[in-house]
Nanobody, 122 residues
Framework: QVQLVESGGGLVQAGGSLRLSCAASGRTFGTYFTAWFRQAAGKEREFVADISPNGGITDYADSVKGRSAISRDGARNTVYLQMNNLKPEDTAVYYC???????????????WGKGTPVTVSS
């Protein structure tokens, strides 16, 4: 089993930056793909970015590509999402989740954290 705890969200002005963290417990965390999703009020949960177990493969949604960077620290069992040049449309609750098969599907992930809210003011 894997437990995930997100942190780093908050209120930031447009153009600002945040680094979100996803801290994991569980000996098998390093064998999972880790993904960030977000859910804005009244909208479906959507894929943001993911990273392979060894950190060598990453992918991003078009909406954040070029403004975000996902990374993982194996020693700390933590995955980070650096978000720059934030826009009001980035406002959402951000969740990390893991799965074995890189589905990028919010309905198919194996474990979820409880989320961290991000609010970007204009």
């Amino acid at each position: 089993q894997v437990q995930l705890v997100e942190s780093g969200g908050g209120l930031v002005q447009a153009g600002g930056s945040l680094r979100l963290s996803c801290a994991a417990s569980g000996r098998t965390f390093g064998t999972y793909f880790t993904a960030w999703f977000r859910q804005a009020a009244g909208k479906e949960r959507e894929f943001v970015a993911d990273i392979s177990p060894n950190g060598g493969i990453t992918d991003y949604a078009d909406s954040v590509k070029g403004r975000s960077a996902i990374s993982r620290d194996g020693a700390r069992n933590t995955v980070y999402l650096q978000m720059n040049n934030l826009k009001p449309e980035d406002t959402a609750v951000y969740y990390c989740a893991v799965d074995k098969y890189r589905t990028k599907n919010p309905h198919a992930m194996d474990y979820w954290g409880k989320g961290t809210p991000v609010t970007v003011s204009s």
